[in-house]
């Protein structure tokens, strides 16, 4: 069998047994391209081994591929290997035994600073019309700017992913409980929060809007057309939103989710307890965020003042 069939039907696979992203499908999808590229499509598959990926890999970081780009790269590969073998399309798998060397240099997430989600979040409650609203007992005046406030702060309050956030179905929110139930990758589940009474109105409001407008659908966000919104249509609403708030950075969701895991470290709250609200397999993962900002290591350190404890004891 040639690689480029291969490729494909091992994508076709990955669709249909496995539940992951459209972006991790993307990912891989790319991945395994790149090295058909660098083989060659017209080369059979009994003729990957260990020499080929490795001199693939070395070629990619010669390229001038990050380190996070190789792990990325490494691991769609090794699955692509593992499929072939189990398929028996490979005597062996030939990843077995190889190490490369791809880098542990990562990049700290970037998070939206405090004052730009001020403006953010004025910006989105202006143009919902919900300025100085504290009764959310009626359905929202304009579902549609409503919709997008209430995406907003859910990825701020949650952490959740955007694939997680346009996931969320009506029956899996406890208003009374504050809390949401959700299915995140590897169809692990778990439970965020609204963390505050506004949210909770908010949702409540925003579920009395879809009872008012006669949705059929059971997902919570709706877009224009009363169709459940999108992961990409919301990528474009954040867009839209930061602009029109006049901010001078591009914002996305997954800043958002950095953004809240970032603030609930910097307020002392446990690794651990981080780790189960951002739905993560490994505490390695979420052990990016344990990063200080200057201001938070400032503060910390000023308060301590170690020196003016050695001069007042003198």
Known sequence: MHIRQAHEQYIRWLLATRDLSPHTIRAYDSDISAFERGLGAHRMVD?????????????????????????????????????????GLLHSDPWIGTTVAAGRSRKLP???????????????????????????????????????LLAVALLVATGVRVNELVSIDCQAIDLQGGSLRLLGKGRRERH?????????????????????????????????????????????????????????????PHMLRHTAATQLIEAGVDIRYIQRLLGHASLSTTEIYTHVSDRVLKRVVSDADVL???????
């Open 47 to 87: 003729q990957i081994d260990r020499d080929s990926l490795v001199s693939f890999m070395e070629a990619q970081r010669a390229a001038g591929l990050s380190a996070r780009s190789m792990r990325r790269r490494a691991s769609g590969l090794r699955g692509f290997c593992r499929w072939l073998a189990s398929r």
């Open 308 to 314: 003016q404890e050695l001069l007042h004891h003198r």
């Open 192 to 252: 965020v929060f609204l963390t505050n009474d506004w949210l909770t109105g908010l949702t409540r409001a925003y579920l009395k809007t879809r009872s008012a407008l006669g949705l059929k659908h059971s997902r919570l966000l709706f877009n224009i057309r009363h169709e459940p919104l999108t992961a990409s249509a919301m990528r474009s609403r954040l867009l839209r939103a930061a602009q029109d708030a006049g901010l001078a950075t591009r914002v996305t």
């Open 110 to 148: 970037r998070v939206v600073p405090t004052y730009d989600l001020d403006r953010l979040f004025r910006s989105l409650r202006n143009a919902a019309g919900l300025v100085d609203a504290s009764d959310f007992d009626q359905p929202l005046p304009r579902p549609h700017e409503s919709t997008t």
